[in-house]
């Protein structure tokens, strides 16, 4: 599931193939719970419109457009956004790939899967929205509306400080990885990143959020910038469907710690990572470094 770092590297790579340019034509697949804002709909509003920015609120991208309305995008489990004309393997299914010749695998046509394909009066590359499993989301927020998926998040986890994740943790009985995947108390962390963190600062993801200290929270807080910023830099994880705008793969994949390496030595001390599972996710720590 794309997390902060593979949301922010998509705003990236994506904000130059629409931002400032005039929308000429809406396709969509048909009505789904893809669809928030009614395909229909979609297609009459954007039409002559043009995006003035691309934010990334959380693990949402919000694009201010020129009437005041916003456009939103979430790219749930599977979603890929990306420019028309690029090429990734990742984009065909695995038994497509295996039909296909080596240099033939890399072209991608709109398929059944890509449900909003935005056609710009430039003539240039479509932007392209595509989800094999639809938990993707397009919302149109008319001008002044606010949505509940926004107003709810807490502070973006780039910036998230000691201090805060402190005075939340105070309340919480919950383990602490709980809490760091609680949207609503730190927006954008995710399951790689909130292990990788708690990996670096020495604690235990089952650890009682109540019982970290205050020095503990800040190296917290810390760290997760530390790890978010680092997969930023490489591309993301390219992991499951994930891919980048460009079809290039991120590789922060390779430089996990902990992250689903159960029963690989740990870096750090040679222990064997251990898996835990935690509400409906998996954790996973260094049973030596992490107490
Ligand atoms: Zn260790």
Avoid at 94 to 110: D, G, S
Wanted: charged share 30%; net charge positive.
């Amino acid at each position: 599931m794309p997390e902060l770092p593979e949301v922010e590297v998509t705003r990236e790579r994506i904000a130059p193939a629409l931002v400032g340019r005039r929308i000429a034509a809406v396709h969509t697949t048909r009505t789904s719970y893809f669809f928030l804002t009614p395909p229909e709909r979609l297609r009459e509003r954007l039409c002559g419109r043009r995006a003035l920015d691309l934010e990334r609120v959380g693990k949402y991208l919000v694009a201010p457009l020129d009437d005041g309305r916003r456009l939103v995008l979430h790219l749930g489990m599977t979603g890929q956004l990306f420019a028309e004309g690029v090429s990734s393997v990742r984009l065909l299914s695995a038994t497509v790939r295996a039909a296909l010749a080596p240099e033939e695998q890399r072209a991608f046509a709109p398929d059944a899967h890509t449900h909003l394909r935005l056609a710009f009066e430039d003539r240039g590359p479509a932007l392209i929205f595509r989800d094999v499993r639809k938990f993707g989301k397009v919302l149109l927020l008319e001008p002044g509306e606010k949505t509940v998926r926004l107003e709810r998040l807490g502070v973006d986890a780039l910036r998230a400080s000691g201090a805060e994740l402190y005075a939340a943790a105070r309340k919480r009985t919950a383990p602490i990885k709980n809490l760091l995947l609680d949207q609503s108390v730190i927006a954008g962390a995710g399951n790689i990143y909130a292990d990788e963190a708690l990996f670096l600062t020495g604690v235990r993801p089952t650890r009682g959020a109540r019982r970290l200290t205050r020095r503990q929270c800040d190296a917290l807080a810390t760290a997760l910038q530390r790890v978010l910023r680092r997969s930023i830099e490489t591309g993301g994880s390219s992991i499951s469907d994930y891919v980048a705008p460009d079809g290039r793969d991120g590789a922060y994949q390779d430089e996990r710690r902990v992250y689903a390496r159960e029963g690989q030595p740990c870096h750090a001390c040679g222990t064997q990572i251990r898996r835990v599972v935690i509400g409906q996710r998996s954790a996973h720590y260094c049973p030596r470094c992490q107490a």
